[in-house]
């Protein structure tokens, strides 16, 4: 298995039924430029989370605040396109999560998408919000006005004319 780029282990065993505990998580320097590598993009300049966990009998509720700059490059004209990323997640784990993904129906505790595994009793809250980074960030970014160019193919030179070969048919008759 390989070692998360940025990887902030919280332990949760201390946390009581109906209990709270807030942090806040930050990406270093060198754990935004792995994480720009790992999501093929320009630059990951900043990468902050606040994190407010809850336990609820076995079940953690895990709220991400995310804010995160990037930088990416435009499909069009391939110049940088610096953006800032700021989303809330809210995610829950139980430990009777098995390695399959699947999960015993814990009705009346969290009534959201399945739960995440929990374990050791551990939420690796920067890789999580490393994670979440990776599913918000624009699969196609592209600088407000950018057009392609319609009479250019994805080879990379000019289209014929959808009506060149309807004028072959017509020099045929």
């Given at each position: 298995m390989q070692t998360p780029e940025f990887t902030r282990p919280i332990g949760v065993e201390?946390?009581?039924d109906g209990a709270t505990r807030r942090t806040t998580i930050q990406a270093s320097g060198e754990e935004c430029a792995a994480l720009?590598?790992?999501?093929?993009?320009?630059?990951?300049?900043?990468?902050e989370a606040g994190v407010a966990l809850t336990r609820r009998g076995r079940q953690v509720r895990a709220v991400f605040d995310l804010a995160c700059r990037v930088v990416q490059t435009?499909?069009?004209?391939l110049e940088p396109l610096p953006s800032s990323l700021e989303e809330s997640f809210s995610l829950v784990?139980?430990?009777?999560?098995?390695?399959?993904?699947?999960?015993?129906?814990?009705?009346?505790?969290?009534?959201?998408?399945?739960?995440?595994?929990?374990?050791?009793?551990?939420?690796?809250?920067?890789?999580t919000a490393a994670g979440l980074v990776g599913l918000i960030l624009d699969p196609w970014p592209r600088k407000p006005g950018a057009e392609v160019d319609p009479r250019y193919t994805a080879g990379g030179g000019l289209a014929?004319?959808?009506?060149?070969?309807?004028?072959?048919?017509?020099?045929?008759d």
């Amino acid at each position: 298995m390989q070692t998360p780029e940025f990887t902030r282990p919280i332990g949760v065993e201390s946390l009581g039924d109906g209990a709270t505990r807030r942090t806040t998580i930050q990406a270093s320097g060198e754990e935004c430029a792995a994480l720009a590598r790992r999501f093929g993009i320009a630059a990951v300049e900043s990468l902050e989370a606040g994190v407010a966990l809850t336990r609820r009998g076995r079940q953690v509720r895990a709220v991400f605040d995310l804010a995160c700059r990037v930088v990416q490059t435009c499909v069009v004209t391939l110049e940088p396109l610096p953006s800032s990323l700021e989303e809330s997640f809210s995610l829950v784990f139980d430990p009777d999560v098995r390695r399959s993904g699947e999960f015993d129906e814990l009705p009346g505790v969290f009534d959201d998408d399945p739960p995440e595994p929990l374990r050791d009793e551990t939420i690796d809250a920067g890789e999580t919000a490393a994670g979440l980074v990776g599913l918000i960030l624009d699969p196609w970014p592209r600088k407000p006005g950018a057009e392609v160019d319609p009479r250019y193919t994805a080879g990379g030179g000019l289209a014929p004319s959808p009506f060149a070969a309807l004028e072959t048919l017509r020099r045929r008759d």
